[in-house]
């Protein structure tokens, strides 16, 4: 029978700060990690790269006292005080925990059992062999007899991986500098929309190329700059020969023209012992470029089909093109996130404080359980001519009514995005606009809301998905000193089905349905069907 600083071993080869990536593919990712990602969630499972900086970001304890769930009445308590001041050999987690009760293969423990043979071997090495007990030998030296295969196996695969990493070093395209990016072909066709349109909609196949190059200064930080084209002529669908309404508008369109043009230019730092996460954006910014949209479907190539189901129409407001914000993790439950934003921050007659355009978010995230988050958010705008510029809705909402006045603009909007089981994920968001005039008594209220269903891996592929959305695009209400309110009601039925090839590429058909376009009831409906091909890399 081993004796318990033995039995210690088995609590898991992490606390020992091995990396254990070579023994899976994936691992736990750890509580508590910096928040630079501005969405709320984390995956659930890292890749190799990624657990080999949990590893080192495992902090080694000098004091069993800095474990906070070890406690003096735990049977190990004495055999961890052993492993941690004699040998050292110890590491918690970053949240100050050990976790002794955590389950281990045999592979683990050997990678456990190799950390202490190193830091023997170091010991003896330096002329401190005296610092090690007699007993610790005999113990160690029958281990190693039993877990020979193991360790050999271990030690296999800890070669093949340094030797994979060198490759990949020597072939990458920059030691400080990552590269990557999303490519979407899209092939649609609609019919329907002779009016609010013309209904003269053919077939039209179109793409959107985005590069992203991506780099970290101190390891805390990030720095990116994407690259864009696209070809999506005249609107797509959303031209007045077509179906003449924002409501037709596809996730990916976009116009430049088949021209190589500065998407996206930011900064990100973390401060403030990490639980802040600050955004300067100078080119591609939006309020959801720092305020989480809490939507399953916001990736033009990996989620919803349309523009309007992807994310709320509230966080689009202004149509901005530079700002800074912050991201604020409060508590494991909690986060304040800020932003602020304008459109023409480069013109000193305007810059950040005197634009015609401007806008200022404030979200609140709550995160009560594992597998549910909830969202408020409150934007304050200004508009020179009233305009929403969400891109979404009617064109009636979208303006304001045309009112054409400079208005000070407020949005309200909820989020819920729940996880109901492994498959299932519920979301829906809703919000109200309203904007009021700032030289007539002119006030116009208007509203939009989506409730989705999401089901992952429906028919047992790894990686598909299957989605349901449902939803009223921005609608202006009611008004007072107005034109005209939208007397109509439309609605907006999608459905869509993410056929994941590999890692690399995915295929989504589908389709959108939406009644009386424009929010107007004498307008036809519209329905549009796409087949949409994303390659990533």
């Not at 691992?27 to 790269?49: F, H, K, R």
């Not at 994941?500 to 995915?506: A, E, G, K, Q």
């Not at 376009?517 to 390659?535: L, M, W, Y």
Request: contains cysteine; proline residues 4%.
């Amino acid at each position: 029978m081993f004796n318990k600083s033995v039995l210690l071993l088995l609590s898991g080869a992490l606390v020992l700060g091995v990396d254990t990536s070579v023994l899976a593919e994936n691992q736990p990712i750890l509580d508590n990690q910096p928040v630079i990602n501005p969405e709320i969630t984390q995956t659930d499972n890292c890749t190799q790269s990624q657990c080999k900086q949990l590893a080192q970001n495992q902090e080694r304890v000098t004091s069993v006292s800095q474990l906070s769930d070890v406690q003096p009445s735990d049977w190990a308590f004495v055999a961890l005080q052993s492993l941690v001041e004699r040998y050292g050999v110890i590491a918690g987690y970053p949240n100050g925990t050990f976790k002794g009760d955590r389950a281990m293969t045999r592979y683990e423990f050997a990678a456990g059992l190799n950390a202490v043979l190193d830091k023997i071997d170091q010991l003896i090495t330096a002329g401190l062999a005296d610092t090690v007990e007699k007993v610790d030998l005999v113990t160690l030296q029958k281990l190693r007899e039993e877990f020979t295969p193991e360790l050999a196996t271990l030690r296999g695969r800890v070669d093949a991986l340094e030797a994979r990493t060198a490759n990949i070093e020597s072939q990458q395209f920059s030691p400080t500098v990552v590269l990557g990016g999303q490519t979407i072909f899209g092939l649609a066709g609609g019919f329907g929309g002779n009016r609010p349109g013309d209904g003269e909609a053919n077939p039209i196949f179109t793409y959107l190329t985005q590069i992203q190059l991506a780099s970290s200064f101190t390891g805390k930080d990030r720095f990116r700059l994407a690259l864009v084209s696209g070809n999506a002529a005249n609107d797509s669908f959303g031209n007045p020969t077509a179906f003449n309404t924002n409501m037709a508008r596809l996730a990916w369109q976009a116009d430049y023209d088949n021209q190589v043009r500065l998407d996206s230019l930011e900064y990100r730092v973390a401060g403030l012992g990490d639980r802040v996460v600050f955004t300067f954006k100078p080119v591609g910014f939006s309020l959801s470029s720092v305020l989480s949209v809490n939507s399953p479907y916001a990736d033009a190539g990996q989620g919803a089909i349309s523009l309007f189901a992807g994310s709320t129409s509230i966080l689009k407001i202004g149509s901005l093109d530079a700002g800074l914000g912050f991201d604020w993790l409060m508590s494991d439950q909690m986060r304040l996130q800020l932003a602020y934003g304008t459109r023409t921050s480069n013109d000193t007659s305007q810059g950040l404080f005197g634009a015609d355009y401007s806008a200022l978010g404030v979200q609140l995230l709550y995160k009560p359980t594992p597998s549910l988050i909830t969202g408020l958010a409150y934007v304050n705008a200004y508009s020179s001519n009233a305009q929403l510029d969400t891109g979404t809705g009617s064109n009636n909402a979208d303006t304001s009514g045309g009112i054409n006045e400079p208005s000070q603009i407020h949005g309200l909007n909820a989020s819920l995005k729940w996880q109901l089981t492994d498959q299932l994920v519920l979301g829906a968001w809703g919000g109200i606009v309203v904007t009021d005039s700032l030289k007539s008594d002119a006030v116009i209220l208007s509203s939009t809301y989506t409730a989705s269903l999401g089901v992952y891996d429906p028919f047992g592929r790894k990686g598909d998905l299957l989605g349901f959305v449902y939803g009223q695009p921005l609608k202006l209400n009611n008004g007072l000193a107005v034109a005209d309110i939208d007397t109509g009601n439309s609605t907006h039925y999608e459905v869509f089905y993410r056929y994941l090839v590999n890692d690399n590429i995915s295929i989504t058909p589908g389709f959108f349905i939406v009644t009386d376009p424009d929010h107007f009831s004498r307008n036809n409906d519209i329905f549009v069907g796409t087949i949409r091909t994303t390659f990533s890399f």
